[in-house]
Structure formats: C-alpha cells, structure tokens
T-cell receptor, first 114, second 113 residues
Framework: NAGVMQNPRHLVRRRGQEARLRCSPM?????VYWYRQLPEEGLKFMVY????????ESGMPKERFSAEFPKEGPSILRIQQVVRGDSAAYFC????????????FGPGTRLTVL | QKEVEQNSGPLSVPEGAIASLNCTYS??????FFWYRQYSGKSPELIMF????GDKEDGRFTAQLNKASQYVSLLIRDSQPSDSATYLC?????????????FGQGTTLQVKP
C-alpha cells in the first residue's frame, strides 16, 4: 500500500489522558500536513512539517497540542490532557513538496473523548 | 468574510445531468486550487487541481478557474448516484506559500436515479 497511512483508525480516550496519532506519508513524500475536522464542520489546517522541522504551526491550538516528524519513523500528533472538545477526525496529508504540491489524505483517526 | 466559500447545498441533480459546484476565495495571492470528494465517514479524495485560468478536463470532471473573479468551479458530466458526496474546494494559502490548504465548508451533492 503506497498511500498515506494513519493509525490508529479509532481512538477512545477519557478526559485528561493523552492521545498520540501517527502518520506515515506516501513513499517519496517528505511533507506532512495535519488537519482536523470537527463534527459538522469543515477541514481546518493545523500544522505543516518536513523531516525534523515544523514549517507552519499557525493552526495548532496554543496549549496541549504538539507535532513532530522525526528523521526516522512516522509523524506524531500529540494531544495532552484531552477534553471532550478534542473529539474529531484528524487527517494527515502528504505531498512531494513545493507550494503547488498536491496533497493526498490518509484515512484519518477518529478520536472520541469520553 | 470566509476565506473560501461554498454553497452547502444539498445540490440535487438527476442521474445523467451536469452538476455544477461553485467556490469563491478571498486571497488574491492564491496560486493553487483543488477539488476533493468526501464520502460520509471517509477521508477527502483528490478529484482535480488547477493552477491557471481557464478550463481543465479529466474524464467526466472539468475544473474552471477565473482568478480575476476569484472563482473556481467543478462540473461533473453524466452524474452518477456514486457521485453523491460532499465536494470540498481547497485553496493554497498564497501569501504564506507553505502549501497550507484552506478548505470551504463543502457542498453536498445528491444524484438521484
């Protein structure tokens, strides 16, 4: 499967726990984007990363959220001390790069906070 | 004013008809424009992208871009029930040039047999 991979596909957490979402880009892609889709809302950009660098985090909430894309391994979106409002679908997209690079989405992680 | 605006619909067309989906954007510096299709509970799937003014055709799909009017559209010819989905217009945020996409709220298309 050469597509964008995300895991887990479904994640249930209780309030106050940590959520870790993983994304492996398509083969040959070095640019990763995270988006969030709240129920009945549109897709919102969160963060753009290249290997070992955060390029644009203008869409990330100021607290509790962090992202990384290490030299080896998948990109990680980490949400600390989750609250019910964090329940959403989190999508990762990858592109080969460049401002015009088309982005291909993974299947998403559905996060439910109890 | 929203950065990317779409009519939420639903847009209902009979099978075999042409479906026309519209999108306007506010950032004149935007360079790249994308249409994604999203089925309920699934992830967005890239349908078309367009960078230059004019029309771009791919099978039953035609994307149209008019930068002067800040308008982009998607035409679906010979619509099929399987085309029933939400169509998302996305615009590359031109001023930052990072590749960040700004999405519209999406238009729900219903193709009736």
């Amino acid at each position: 499967n050469a597509g964008v991979m995300q895991n887990p596909r479904h994640l249930v957490r209780r309030r106050g726990q940590e959520a870790r979402l993983r994304c492996s880009p398509m083969k040959g892609h070095s640019h990763v984007y995270w988006y969030r889709q709240l129920p009945e809302e549109g897709l919102k950009f969160m963060v753009y990363l290249q290997k070992e660098n955060i390029i644009d985090e203008s869409g990330m909430p100021k607290e509790r959220f962090s992202a990384e894309f290490p030299k080896e391994g998948p990109s990680i979106l980490r949400i600390q001390q989750v609250v019910r409002g964090d329940s959403a679908a989190y999508f990762c997209a990858s592109s080969p790069g460049g401002a015009k690079g088309t982005q291909y989405f993974g299947p998403g992680t559905r996060l439910t906070v109890l | 004013q929203k950065e990317v605006e779409q009519n939420s619909g639903p847009l209902s067309v009979p099978e075999g008809a042409i479906a026309s989906l519209n999108c306007t954007y506010s950032d004149r510096g935007s360079q790249s424009f994308f249409w994604y299709r999203q089925y309920s509970g699934k992830s967005p799937e890239l349908i078309m992208f367009i960078y230059s003014n004019g029309d771009k055709e791919d099978g039953r799909f035609t994307a149209q871009l008019n930068k002067a009017s800040q308008y982009v559209s998607l035409l679906i010819r010979d619509s099929q029930p399987s085309d029933s989905a939400t169509y998302l217009c996305a615009v590359n945020h031109g001023s930052s040039n990072t590749g960040k996409l700004i999405f519209g709220q999406g238009t729900t298309l219903q193709v009736k047999p």
